[in-house]
């Protein structure tokens, strides 16, 4: 914060904006808001309130570095959305073995990422990290690794009681931990589904999954 103040800084770290907002005990909408509001570029342009991370509007050509960080966050970006990770499984869909395995495929899929664009995709002016790395490490290490952490060994636990005769998916949906691990996934899902956002806006795009899905969706029924 008191880099802010002095104007070495334009915009928040997102572990930063997430702290503050459960200090305030903010609400998931008001969170929300607050995290899109970080997320632009631009901070004079839009509303808090505006559920859409606003493209970067630039005027002068990307240099390496930066066309490196904003393809590493575009190739993060997607992998976020297009995974169990940000899709919600509704009550008795989908299986737990699944997610987790999705999640844990991530570690490999980011780092994989992090080494192919290199050094530049960590530098950022001065002596601070680029914005694509710190939301790089605050996915690994804040949301993915404690949620495996805790929950694999147990579904691993389990898995190993499952009498012959009855399938994975049976045997898993009488876990009396069903359900709180589901539950644990969707806290898990908001928070990087806040984390693709970022990434959104790190990359130059919008997040279609907020402000394209209503109109194609709409678009697509008629």
Do not use: K
Not at 12 to 34: C, D, H, M, Q, W
């Amino acid at each position: 914060m008191g880099a802010l103040e002095r104007g070495e800084r334009l915009r928040p770290y997102p572990n930063t904006v997430r702290a503050l907002a459960e200090a305030l005990g903010a609400s998931t909408e008001a969170r929300t808001a607050l995290m899109d509001s970080a997320a632009r570029r631009d901070a004079g342009n839009g509303h808090a309130g505006n559920n859409r991370a606003e493209p970067v509007d630039r005027t002068l050509p990307l240099t390496s570095t930066e066309a490196d960080q904003q393809a590493a966050a575009w190739e993060i970006y997607v992998e976020l959305v297009t995974r169990i990770a940000v899709v919600e499984l509704g009550d008795g869909q989908g299986m737990l073995r699944e997610a987790l395995a999705s999640l844990h495929s991530l570690f490999g899929t980011i780092r994989a990422i992090l080494r192919r664009h290199g050094p530049a995709v960590a530098r950022a002016d001065g002596s601070e990290a680029s914005e694509v790395s710190v939301l790089a490490m605050a996915i690994l290490n804040d949301v993915l690794r404690p949620l495996l952490a805790d929950w694999h060994p147990q579904l691993l636990a389990h898995e190993s009681r499952c009498p012959d005769g009855l399938s994975a998916a049976e045997h898993e949906r009488e876990w009396t931990r069903n359900d709180e691990m589901r539950d644990a996934l969707a806290q898990a899902r908001g928070r990087l589904g806040d984390y693709a956002r970022l990434l959104a806006a790190a990359a130059g795009v919008p997040h279609p999954l907020i402000s394209n899905r209503t109109r194609l969706t709409a678009r697509v029924g008629r």
